[in-house]
């Protein structure tokens, strides 16, 4: 069968396409570092001391971050679309990256308005996972009554809608600098997480990549609405619950730690639809995790390219390289709808 | 031995979320490897009364008896192993081929990864070959005429391998030739396979000669006939038809009566 052949062919060319990518990333940086001294620093026999000190401080460590990042968003958006049925779904549809945003801004902010001040390194992501959390679990006891899941997403979006209201009155009463450091947050960040953050992180989100892969049947069994799904089957109500938590873990701990880094999630699910001409999520998954890690590298190493140590923000960078190639396919296709 | 397999008992059925009754009293029995036959106007509750068969409508009053269990504590996959459906709606979201499709109807028997096994594989391509869609099996969900989807939709159904098919209109948007084709697949399913099959459709004539039993649904009402009640009695035609349209027995032939 032709297809499997292609569909093949494809995941080894995405599986070669990862290190280079992540080889790529590592190098590049306000102190170039090639891809020999890249060995040379992996040999333990770096030429610079420096290099070494780069390479294992911030490189590598920003490179883990984005290959999570990339790959979690795209399976949280991946969810969502499906789950909701709606090619414009994201990580983010329901509100989770706003309650998120509440929860940091309570805590950046919230200091001059109610006296309160944490600054411990570890309070913005924690405050962003119980934003976060909150919102996820106020859905899901709406959820446990509800027997329409559109109803859901306008749901979500209106709670989205409140903690983003909450978050401008906040805002407006609070001094620049703080409001700097919150806005700071909002664009998004790969950098700065210890080796500590990143095993918690890639254990937890590794494990719900896993949990999503495992739901691949309820997922496809959605393509065809819920009424299919049940006559095949599929356990709809507890199903649903489970792609929302999955879905706003990986969302969720993403945000904490780096911010609400916003369109891959809904442009690799795209991605991988219109490459794999499948929506099979025993395909999508694995493809949408491997595009996923490797359009957020790529997006990094362009951050960097204005060069003289000057980074832009990441969320704007990927917003920047993915709109192009969303209008391309709307372009080439004419219809984003035909491949969803 | 006729074991029966479906057995609904004054049930009265509302649509989702309101009070209003659509079907009021409804009893009918289906027996293995019978077709029974809904007729009705748009609109009259063929559809409701197929949810509520099929375990999609929760309804209030009555019961609904499948394999002598209230179908409303069957599991979700024991149910599906034994029943399978072809709604009228068939939007699917996203590219799918026609095989992978297909192979959806076996997720009642597969593990957590669906990955298909041998049998599974047979299924498949007994009910690709039943349904008459070998040419369609490498295009795509959405490159199918609606004709074409009707087909394949019966066909992942077929694949599911259960005992009771229920098919709401599955000769629509079909040319004649394939309303044919399609009628006589049910027929040879139920005939051959010992399906029992329940299934709704508006091409009355064609389906009245494959079904055992029809179920004319009328004003709320269900009233069961064997097929040559509804030829016999121009009660049942006028239900169904309406003023100018019977079956007249000297040219054994439905015709207009439209100046009388």
Not at chain 1, 219 to 225: D, H, P, R
Not at chain 2, 80 to 103: C, D
Request: glycine share 8%; aromatic share 8%.
């Amino acid at each position: 069968m032709s297809g499997r052949r292609n569909t093949n062919a494809l995941f080894l060319l995405l599986l070669l396409a990862l290190p280079l990518l992540f080889a790529l990333n590592l190098s590049v940086g306000s102190v170039d570092i090639s891809i020999t001294d890249l060995f040379l620093v992996l040999k333990g026999e770096a030429t610079k001391s420096s290099h070494e000190l780069i390479f294992f401080q911030s490189r590598l460590p920003k490179a883990f971050t984005a290959l999570i990042c990339g790959a979690s968003l795209s399976v949280s958006g991946l969810l969502m679309q499906s789950l909701f049925r709606n090619p414009l779904a994201g990580p983010y549809i329901l509100g989770i990256s706003s309650g998120a945003g509440l929860g940091v801004a309570l805590v950046v902010m919230g200091a001059t308005i109610f006296g309160i001040g944490l600054s411990a390194s570890f309070t913005i992501p924690l405050a962003a996972v119980l934003g976060a959390l909150l919102i996820l679990f106020i859905l899901f006891l709406v959820s446990l009554r509800l027997k329409d899941v559109m109803t859901l997403l306008i749901l979500g979006i209106m709670l989205g809608s409140i903690a983003t209201a909450i978050v401008g009155i906040i805002q407006y009463f609070t001094t620049d600098f703080q409001l700097k450091s919150f806005l700071i947050w909002t664009l998004g960040s790969l950098e700065g997480l210890s080796y500590a953050e990143l095993k918690l992180l890639a254990a937890i989100n590794g494990l719900a990549l896993i949990a999503a892969f495992l739901l691949n049947k309820p997922l496809n069994a959605f393509l065809l609405g819920e009424d299919y799904a049940k006559s095949m089957g599929i356990v709809v109500k507890s199903s649903r619950l489970f792609i929302i938590l999955i879905s706003g873990i990986l969302a969720g701990l993403i945000t904490a730690y780096c911010g609400p880094i916003g369109f891959v999630g809904i442009i690799v699910p795209h991605l991988c639809r219109l490459l794999f001409k499948s929506s099979n999520h025993r395909i999508l998954i694995p493809a949408a995790v491997l595009m996923g890690a490797e359009l957020l590298l790529l997006s990094d190493v362009l951050a960097q390219l204005p060069g003289n140590g000057v980074k832009l923000p990441i969320n704007s960078v990927s917003s920047i390289i993915g709109i192009p190639i969303i209008l391309w396919i709307i372009f080439k296709k004419r219809s984003i709808s035909k491949s969803f | 031995m006729t074991k029966e397999i479906l057995n609904i008992s004054s049930l009265d059925l509302s649509y989702e979320g309101s009070s209003e009754k659509v079907l009021q009293n409804v009893n009918l029995s289906l027996n293995k490897g019978e077709v029974l036959l809904i007729l009705g106007e748009n609109g009259s509750g063929k559809s409701t009364l197929i949810r509520a068969i099929s375990g999609l409508l929760p309804y209030q009053k009555g019961n609904i008896q499948f394999y002598n269990k209230e179908i409303s504590t069957w599991s979700k996959q024991d149910l599906a192993r034994r029943m399978a459906l072809v709604l009228t709606e068939k939007n699917i979201s996203g590219m799918l081929g026609v095989e992978e499709f297909v192979a959806f109807g076996r997720y009642p028997f597969t593990n957590w990864l669906g990955k298909l096994r041998q049998e599974d594989l047979q299924a498949v391509e007994k009910s690709i070959d039943s349904c008459g869609i070998q040419h369609l099996r490498h295009k795509k969900i959405d490159q199918l005429s609606d004709g074409e989807k009707q087909k394949v939709f019966l066909a992942r159904a077929l694949a599911q391998s259960c005992e009771c098919l229920i098919l709401d209109e599955p000769t629509t948007h079909l040319d004649v030739k394939n309303t044919v084709s399609q009628l006589k697949l049910i027929q040879s399913l139920s005939k051959e396979q010992g399906k029992s099959i329940i299934f709704s459709s508006h091409q009355f004539d064609l389906a009245l000669q494959v079904a055992d039993h029809l179920a004319l649904v009328v004003d709320g009402k269900v009233h069961l006939l064997k097929p040559q009640d509804f030829y016999d009695d121009c009660k049942y035609q006028e239900m169904l038809l309406g003023e100018a349209y019977r079956f007249d027995v000297k040219t054994n032939r439905f015709s207009l009566k439209l100046f009388s």
